[in-house]
């Protein structure tokens, strides 16, 4: 029988573990691996309470997380979230991991009152845009995204 995925929030005792997800998750972006960096990265997140970071898990094991960030949209005059990050652990993948992640993402966004959430994905990760269309995301083809690098 195949473990149920558990999401929820996530919190101080998982840093090490949520640490070497995010690693791979910046690996994946053609990132050199640095764990000693994800791990300041998360502590600093969970310290400051900056985001919403939801962990899944898997038979007790973090298989996953999701990371959204709050801002405000001034056109609809209201506060949005951007999911920035998204990964699953490769030995966690075709279980519906991400895509329950993805779902409790958008349930924590309606139950904090956010209009709308955005998301940027690789143009070569296929496999993620087809999760996102699949769940009712729309591409943006009314605007084109920036970005300047400045250090």
Partial sequence: MTPATLVREA???DAAGLSVLLDAYRQFYACAPDLPRARAFIDDRLRRQDSVLLVAE???????????????CTVEAAPIYVLYDLFVHPGSREHGV?????RAAAERGRRDGVVRM???TATTNTTAQALYASE????DDEFHHYSLTLR
């Fill in 136 to 139: 009712g995301w729309l591409r």
């Fill in 98 to 102: 991400g895509r329950t992640l993805l």
């Fill in 118 to 120: 955005d998301l940027s």
């Fill in 11 to 13: 919190r101080p005792a």
């Fill in 58 to 72: 898997r038979d007790g094991d973090l298989a996953g997380f999701t990371q959204l960030y709050p801002t405000l």
